[in-house]
């Protein structure tokens, strides 16, 4: 009699953004602490494509989002809505399926390589392609679906899936208007790194980056691409009469970190202009002010770090919902147009009741262990297989 005890999980994601990358990431490293037998593979599902479609789907995204991102939320909204009865998820479009069949056939040969007991996908390309294989009957592998905005998408409900994990009350509430039962879904929180599940002390955070600490500090990031008018926004913050500590992170961005290094800062602040970081986590919590793109793993961890959200340019579609969903809950504040982000933001700073508040919200609103979460809850769907006699198998 023999019994296969180790756990087979496979994690799923596309590097469309770098958040689905992110959340992916933040449960494999749950999964590997709650249990460390397992066997647990990440991967990015474009790099089983072929270069024509990556190019098209991946960097395709971007290229919309920097140069028309209002085409880009039309289309969003567009899929959001199908014709078709309320309440009802359409038939699954064989066309595109098929398409993408075509352009990612390694993907589907690593589906068919491995006894996997169970798929967890954060983005809904993969979800769409297990569905459509189940639906066949040529796959059987069950699949949970964690979504990465704080409102869902008609597109992430792609069926069968065993579970789905969502960010707040609310996306919960809209997969369920698209025929997903409440019990199959937790509100989890958006996955993020584990280093965000532990508290940390804002002074011994200042203290370890060598900050000051005297004066309120603004936190401008550029996401891990260092993209958007991080040198605009900069040029803003600087007008601003209000001594400040700021730091620009400018991620994987060199030549934009060359360039604000040049700058000559007025001497009433004090700035510091970063590359890739791995303490964010540290600067996020230091932060009074965070001024960034409302993406849903950035927003996410903002909130566990529980330091204020200063929105600006959310991309049509998932940030504009996500800017709504923290605005409305008191966590944030919108930079409408660059011309008013001095006002703006030294209005906010100078008022030390409102700031409080707003960082209270942004605490009631985190799910600092949302990656927990999502791995306690995929382990527990893991079924023991039951013993095998090799021996009368053979007969």
Same mark, same amino acid.
């Given at each position: 009699?023999?019994?296969?005890?180790?756990?087979?999980?496979?994690?799923?994601?596309?590097?469309?953004?770098?958040?689905?990358?992110?959340?992916?990431?933040?449960?494999?490293?749950?999964?590997?602490k709650?249990?460390?037998?397992?066997?647990?593979?990440?991967?990015?599902?474009?790099?089983?494509a072929?270069?024509?479609?990556?190019?098209v789907?991946?960097?395709?995204?971007?290229?919309?989002?920097?140069?028309?991102?209002h085409?880009?939320?039309?289309?969003?909204?567009?899929?959001?809505?199908?014709?078709?009865?309320?309440?009802?998820?359409?038939?699954?479009?064989?066309?595109?399926?098929?398409?993408?069949?075509?352009?990612?056939?390694?993907?589907?040969?690593?589906?068919?390589?491995? #006894?996997?007991?169970? %798929?967890?996908s954060?983005?809904?390309?993969?979800a +769409?392609?297990?569905? &459509? $294989? /189940? =639906?066949? @009957?040529?796959i059987?592998?069950?699949?949970v679906?964690?979504?990465?905005?704080?409102?869902?998408?008609?597109?992430?409900?792609?069926?069968?899936?065993e579970?789905?994990?969502?960010?707040?009350?609310?996306?919960a509430?809209?997969?369920?208007?698209?025929?997903?039962?409440?019990e199959?879904?937790?509100?989890?929180?958006i #996955?993020?790194?584990? %280093?965000?599940?532990?508290?940390?002390?804002?002074? +011994?955070?200042?203290? &370890? $980056? /060598? =900050?000051? @600490?005297?004066?309120?500090?603004?936190?401008?990031?550029?996401?891990?691409f260092?993209?958007g008018?991080?040198?605009?926004?900069?040029?803003?913050?600087?007008?601003?009469?209000?001594?400040?500590?700021?730091?620009?992170?400018?991620?994987?961005?060199?030549?934009?970190?060359e360039?604000?290094?040049?700058q000559?800062?007025?001497?009433?602040?004090? %700035?510091?202009?970063?590359?890739?970081?791995?303490?964010?986590d540290?600067?996020?919590?230091?932060?009074?002010?965070?001024?960034?793109?409302?993406?849903g793993?950035?927003?996410?961890?903002?909130?566990?770090?529980?330091?204020?959200?200063?929105?600006?340019?959310?991309?049509?579609?998932?940030?504009?919902?996500?800017?709504d969903?923290?605005?409305?809950?008191?966590?944030?504040?919108?930079?409408?147009?660059?011309a008013?982000?001095?006002?703006?933001?030294?209005?906010?700073?100078?008022?030390?009741?409102?700031?409080t508040?707003?960082?209270?919200?942004?605490?009631?609103?985190?799910?600092?262990?949302?990656?927990?979460?999502?791995?306690?809850?995929?382990?527990?769907?893991?079924?023991?297989?039951m013993?095998?006699?090799?021996?009368?198998?053979?007969?």
């Open positions: 009699m023999t019994t296969r005890l180790q756990k087979n999980i496979l994690i799923l994601s596309a590097s469309v953004g770098g958040g689905h990358l992110r959340a992916a990431e933040a449960v494999e490293l749950a999964l590997g709650l249990a460390p037998q397992a066997a647990v593979r990440n991967v990015d599902v474009l790099t089983m072929n270069m024509a479609f990556r190019r789907y991946g960097k395709g995204y971007l290229d919309f989002a920097s140069f028309a991102p085409l880009l939320g039309y289309m969003y909204d567009r899929l959001d809505s199908p014709k078709t009865q309320r309440g009802k998820v359409a038939p699954p479009d064989r066309l595109r399926i098929a398409f993408q069949k075509l352009n990612m056939r390694p993907f589907l040969k690593l589906l068919r390589s491995e #006894p996997w007991d169970i %798929v967890v954060t983005h809904f390309l993969s +769409e392609i297990i569905s &459509a $294989l /189940r =639906l066949s @009957g040529n059987s592998v069950p699949q679906t964690v979504t990465t905005d704080f409102m869902a998408h008609r597109m992430w409900v792609q069926e069968p899936c579970h789905f994990f969502a960010a707040c009350d609310e996306s509430a809209y997969l369920n208007f698209w025929g997903v039962p409440q199959r879904v937790t509100v989890s929180g #996955p993020i790194h584990p %280093v965000f599940s532990h508290r940390r002390d804002r002074v +011994e955070c200042l203290n &370890a $980056l /060598r =900050l000051r @600490g005297d004066r309120p500090f603004v936190l401008i990031l550029s996401g891990g260092g993209v008018p991080v040198e605009e926004i900069l040029q803003a913050v600087l007008t601003i009469a209000l001594p400040l500590e700021i730091v620009v992170g400018c991620g994987r961005n060199a030549e934009l970190r360039k604000l290094l040049e000559q800062p007025p001497r009433r602040h004090h %700035v510091q202009i970063l590359g890739y970081t791995t303490e964010i540290r600067f996020m919590t230091a932060a009074d002010v965070v001024i960034s793109k409302p993406g793993l950035t927003s996410a961890e903002i909130l566990a770090c529980g330091s204020v959200l200063a929105i600006v340019n959310p991309i049509p579609g998932q940030e504009s919902r996500n800017s969903y923290l605005l409305e809950n008191g966590a944030a504040v919108k930079i409408g147009l660059l008013t982000l001095p006002y703006k933001l030294s209005t906010l700073l100078n008022d030390p009741h409102r700031l508040r707003l960082k209270y919200n942004a605490r009631r609103l985190a799910h600092p262990r949302a990656a927990f979460t999502v791995a306690d809850k995929v382990l527990s769907m893991i079924k023991p297989e013993p095998t006699d090799r021996k009368r198998s053979r007969t």
